[in-house]
């Protein structure tokens, strides 16, 4: 049976094969979808309206505001946010197209089963807004701003594509889990671990990571 407890929203470092996901501890109360396409003016003599010519369109941007608490666990609240700004920091082992240089990683935000966003990270403004009687930041928002940097085909994008396909669902790959761990759940069968992997195109099945979509095919 689905479980009452809410889906945590997660980031995942796209570029780093088997990083662990940062689970938001609180997910966002709203978030904003952005997108501006470029149009060229051209003036007709005599004409009150000038001529328009597409240029080309914009990337999507995303922007949302996250909060972060650890006053309850007593520990020092940039210990999570860290890892989000991290994901702003050039890494040497992945290389720009155009500059032939380090780069900053590629990212996907995801709710859930419902949609996900690939997408680099453009802005990000940190508030403390709560410390410990040693200065210890215990409570913080951060205002995230992402910049699309993959067409998934349609809005919101989903992730895999599978599932869009008659009967097929999503479910979200949660630590500790294993293939086939998840074939006896799914399919109350653990040998079953075979069709997940076929479904889902995995060349290595014990590989799964938690963060993880993958699409779950009729029985």
Not at 139 to 159: D, I, M
């Amino acid at each position: 049976m689905p479980s009452a407890k809410p889906e945590k929203a997660i980031i995942m470092n796209l570029d780093e094969k088997g990083a662990m996901p940062i689970e938001c501890l609180f997910n966002p109360t709203e978030y904003t979808f952005s997108k501006t396409n470029t149009w060229t003016e051209s003036e007709i003599k005599g004409g009150n309206v000038p001529l328009v010519e597409f240029d080309g369109g914009g990337p999507m941007t995303l922007k949302m505001t996250l909060f972060f608490d650890t006053y309850a666990t007593g520990g020092d609240v940039r210990t999570i946010t860290d890892r989000i700004w991290k994901l702003m920091s050039i890494d040497e082992s992945l290389t720009d197209t155009d500059s032939g240089k380090g780069r900053p990683p590629m990212v996907e935000f995801r709710w859930g089963t419902t949609w996900s966003f690939q997408a680099v990270i453009t802005t990000i403004k940190q508030t403390f807004t709560l410390f410990r009687y040693d200065g210890t930041p215990v409570r913080a928002t951060l205002e995230v701003e992402f910049l699309q940097a993959r067409e998934e085909g349609k809005y919101p994008g989903q992730n895999p594509t599978t599932v869009s396909l008659p009967g097929y669902r999503q479910r979200l790959v949660k630590e500790g889990e294993t293939i086939d761990w998840i074939a006896f759940e799914e399919y109350g069968d653990a040998s079953r671990w075979r069709y997940i992997a076929a479904t889902n195109g995995l060349d290595d099945p014990l590989a799964i990571r938690p963060g993880q979509l993958l699409a779950i095919a009729p029985p």
